[in-house]
């Protein structure tokens, strides 16, 4: 059974940073991109950014390039995403979902993780 | 706001049809496969229909989906009350070369 599940999320003050994990079970994580996507509060599912299985290829949404940075361990079967320079429009749950390339579909999703940015 | 359209809410009484609209542009749904998502807060969101009208496994087939143009539809039969979540549609969108999702919509069974 695939598995992901999602850490590392908590209250930051504006400018902050945070490291979220996510930690995959079930599947041969090496073989499958994968993607953090994000849910504001009150807001609707907004892709964040994505990676190849080998880590080599990496793509951000606009509105957080040069302030979050994707990344694996594919050893660990552990995918993670720091994000840094937080901002207040950052705040929402954070979900790790995996990518079936194909169809470009997230054919399965943690539970999410809260970031909180506020003074 | 979304560049995928879709309608905030949508209600029904159990055991009735209900039908989900999804309208993008040419660089979106025009020229990529659409899926659909079912999400209810607090949870992971789970994957309904890919490739425009695919279930994956264990998806019931009261599912469907369906691609014309720039829009697409998902449509849920014998409605039950644990339908009642939040539905996304998704694709790429091959000029912003990014994902992107519509609004969601709420669906309530009566």
């Known amino acids: 059974e695939v598995q992901l599940v999602e850490s590392g999320g908590g209250l930051v003050q504006p400018g902050g940073s945070l490291r979220l994990s996510c930690a995959a079970s079930g599947f041969t994580f090496s073989r499958y991109w994968m993607s953090w996507v994000r849910q504001a509060p009150g807001k609707g599912l907004e892709w964040v950014a994505n990676i190849k299985g080998d880590g080599n290829e990496r793509n951000f949404v606009d509105s957080v390039k040069g302030r979050f940075t994707i990344s694996r361990d594919n050893a660990r079967k552990s995918l993670y995403l720091q994000v840094d320079s937080l901002r207040a429009e950052d705040t929402a749950v954070y979900y790790c979902?995996?990518?079936?390339?194909?169809?470009?579909?997230?054919?399965?999703w943690g539970q999410g993780t809260l970031v909180t940015v506020s003074s | 706001q979304s560049l995928l359209t879709q309608p905030p809410s949508v209600s029904a009484a159990p055991g009735q049809k209900v039908t989900f609209s999804c309208s993008g542009s040419s660089s979106n749904i025009g020229s990529n496969d659409v899926s659909w998502y079912q999400h209810l807060p607090g949870t992971a969101p789970k994957l309904l229909i890919y490739e425009n009208n695919k279930r994956p496994s264990g998806i019931p087939d009261r599912f469907s989906g369906s691609k014309s143009g720039t829009s697409a539809t998902l449509g849920i039969t014998g409605l039950q009350t644990g339908d009642e979540a939040d539905y996304y549609c998704g694709t790429w969108d091959s000029s912003l070369t990014t994902v992107v999702f519509g609004g969601g919509t709420k669906l309530t069974v009566l």
């Open positions: 979902a995996r990518i079936e390339y194909s169809s470009r579909s997230f054919d399965h």
